[in-house]
């Protein structure tokens, strides 16, 4: 293993210890599927939007059913008049299981949302699951887009290549690698299957590890060869 490679690997090890900690589930749950993710438009302004079941989803799979050991409870409903619009307000509690060794039943947190009161339009519908979203969001669920990573062209591709189909990003690199007839060629390889370890897309250490050493090696025959 060479210098550049014993350092991604230690720069790996150090990532998997900040996740084994505070920042565990954020990490786990931060990157949003790109079939669940959409842009869009409110007048000149647009943002990125997350389908909010599929935020109850990935919480189903982490925790279990709604409800269970994990939810909104102690709903506050209040119907205000602002500036002659009705409004509705909702207060909650948001509670989910504590983390693996601590000993409390559950963690708890108070939260808070509004939106325009429309009679008729399943009003308390729409904000409950906008409210339950909001507090998944604090937990880091879907962060990716309230940090606004999704207006990055080349964060989007990564998103895509990582919940896409692996295998085939894996024969490309190799085919791009054995195939390389210059040095700089092999370079831009492994700078760039260097940022997709680092950001997770590759997230198999063997693959990381096998495509690295392909690099080397393919690096290693052009240099003999010339």
Known sequence: ??????????????????????????????????????????????????????????ATKLWGPYGYLWGMKDLKWEIREIGGV??????????????????????????LNDCKFQPGQDTLKKLTTNTRSKALSYLGFSADAFMGKWDDAEYRKDMETKFGDQEKLVRQILSAVKSATEVKTIERCRTRLQQLIANETISSPLVANELLEACDEREEQLNESN
């Not at 014993?6 to 790996?12: D, E, I, P, T, V």
Request: some cysteine; hydrophobic content about 35%; overall charge negative.
């Open 86 to 111: 009705q409004v509705l307000f909702l207060e909650a509690i948001f509670f989910y299981p504590p983390p693996i060794g601590e000993s409390h039943e559950s963690v708890e947190f108070p939260i």
């Open 1 to 58: 293993m060479n210098d550049d490679n014993k350092r991604l690997h230690k720069k790996q090890m150090e990532q998997i210890e900040v996740a084994s900690g505070l920042t565990r589930l954020w990490n786990v749950v931060c990157e949003s599927d790109p079939a669940f993710v959409k842009e869009v438009g409110f007048g000149k302004r647009k943002f990125t939007s997350i389908d909010p079941q599929y935020q109850l989803h990935q």
